[in-house]
């Protein structure tokens, strides 16, 4: 387990993520450049956005005295003195129904009004239908329709108080005050209340537009039936199934990015005239696999040309790591023409918008699921929640191992494990191949370079993944 030249040569995660972060500023710029997004209030992509700006309304909430409940609109006075022994009688009144213009309140009278509707002009309370004698409404004619019969009445066994079962106008939201301040994340009720305040449309942060790439001869199809057979259907000797395309794509929507996809065959040509095509109108792209010291190493031939660089760091899993920035993917290629197939094989059909794929920058991880989403968990996704406005940072605590570790005393490695009954860290093997592990994982446990060998109970820095 000890170091040597090569280990030496690798760069360490703080150097690493550095690195990253400056590649990702154009990001940032980019977006910041290009201002807020403005969705309808009731599209369904703004749940999980963030604003960009204060949000007011001109005015208040609600916008007038309404009733809180089904029953009689009154003036507290004339209530002073009801009991159940001596009841006060009040003429019934005009309804008003939610929607209605408010009506004046004639003293000396009780207007049934129902729930939200404008309290009737001159009253000031409200008493539930359930608290008069009877406790149920007459029938009743909306407004416009019959006057009430002269003799109808309207018993009270208990006095009011004014405002009481009244919403005022503003009491919510005064005229004028903000809604929501700029970088609030958007939940069902805050959508509600942008909604209530009359705000038609919303600005919020545009989304970082991610490009993610799986590349390899090896995965399968996912249609059912297809010559790979994925779904029901066995695979074909020598397949597997793509597990990063949608695990990525769904750890990049949870920290608020836009996704989109492309597959690729394992060759240099296909692979670029597939990224010619498909990056332009994208902020950043991330490729998985084909970046290591394997002889087929797809997306390392096909960018290192370009001037995106490849190099190991001093990380398990994730070592093979690259970044940089896109180089004219038409007709940039040292190594061979870049247009020479497209995606489908036509010649040089990605030839004319290669050049502006040209400047995004690119993030490349290993093709191991486990190191694909540990990569991404150390160098991607906390700078993406950042920019989204999401806490960016995993929680993060200090346990106790439950266990002795052996671990390589040159390298970073994360290791995924759970919390025992008595708050301990256990440790899953470290292989990045076991991606079941990865799914029943609470934690990812972050163990620096230093002792080969950690003795149980040792303190080790674990984040949570499983919130």
């Not at 002269?150 to 005022?168: I, K, L």
């Not at 590349?215 to 199934?241: C, F, K, N, Q, V």
């Not at 750890?251 to 597939?274: K, N, W």
């Not at 990045?432 to 950690?454: F, I, R, V, Y």
Request: charged fraction near 20%; aromatic fraction near 2%; glycine fraction near 12%.
């Amino acid at each position: 387990m000890s170091g040597g030249p090569a280990a030496a040569r690798r760069r360490s995660v703080e150097q690493h993520r550095a690195e990253v972060l400056s590649l990702l500023a154009a990001v940032e710029h980019r977006i910041a450049a290009e201002g807020a997004e403005r969705l309808p209030v009731d599209d369904p992509g703004l749940l999980g956005q963030v604003t960009a700006e204060t949000l007011s309304t001109d005015g208040p909430l609600p916008p007038f005295d309404n009733s809180q409940m089904d029953g009689y609109a009154v003036i507290a006075a004339e209530l002073a003195a009801a009991s159940a022994e001596h009841p006060v009688r009040l003429r019934l009144g005009r309804a008003t129904a939610a929607g209605a213009a408010p009506l004046a309140h004639e003293p000396g009278s009780a207007s049934p009004v129902m729930t939200g509707a404008p309290l009737p002009l001159g009253a000031d309370a409200v008493v539930p239908v359930e608290r008069t004698l009877p406790p149920r409404f007459p029938a009743l004619s909306r407004a416009g329709g019959p006057a009430p019969d002269r003799d109808a009445e309207v018993a009270f066994a208990e006095p009011s108080a004014a405002g009481r079962f009244v919403r005022r106008a503003g009491e919510d939201l005064p005229a004028g005050s903000p809604v929501l301040d700029p970088g609030t994340r958007l939940t069902a009720a805050r959508i509600g209340l942008i909604a209530a305040a009359g705000i038609a449309e919303v600005p919020v942060r545009r989304s970082v537009r991610v490009l993610l790439c799986s590349t390899g001869d090896e995965l399968a199809e996912r249609s059912a039936g297809g010559d790979g057979g994925s779904g029901d259907a066995p695979l074909r000797a020598g397949l597997i199934h793509d597990a990063n395309t949608p695990m990525l794509a769904a750890a990049l929507r949870a920290a608020g990015a836009s996704v989109g996809t492309l597959r690729t065959g394992d060759t240099p040509e296909r692979f670029r005239a597939a990224l010619a095509e498909a990056a332009p109108g994208h902020d950043l792209v991330v490729t998985t696999g084909g970046i290591s010291a394997g002889a087929f190493e797809v997306v390392r031939e096909a960018l290192s040309p370009l001037g995106v660089r490849f190099a190991p760091i001093a990380m398990q899993p994730g070592g093979p790591q690259g970044l940089g920035t896109l180089g004219a993917l038409a007709g940039a290629d040292r190594g061979g023409a870049v247009g020479d197939a497209a995606p489908g094989g036509a010649p040089g059909a990605a030839a004319a918008p290669g050049g502006a794929a040209a400047g995004i920058p690119v993030l490349c991880f290993p093709g191991n699921p486990v190191s694909a989403l540990v990569s991404a968990e150390m160098f991607l996704l906390p700078e993406l929640r950042r920019l989204a406005g999401l806490p960016a940072e995993r929680r993060r605590e200090r346990r106790p191992l439950a266990h002795a570790v052996e671990k390589p005393a040159e390298k970073h490695q994360v290791r995924r494990g759970r919390i025992d009954a008595d708050g301990r860290v256990s440790l899953s093997a470290p292989g990045s191949h076991l991606l079941a592990d990865l799914a029943a994982a609470e934690l990812l446990a972050q163990l620096p370079p230093g002792p080969a060998e950690l003795a149980e109970n040792t303190p080790v820095e674990i984040w949570r993944i499983d919130d």
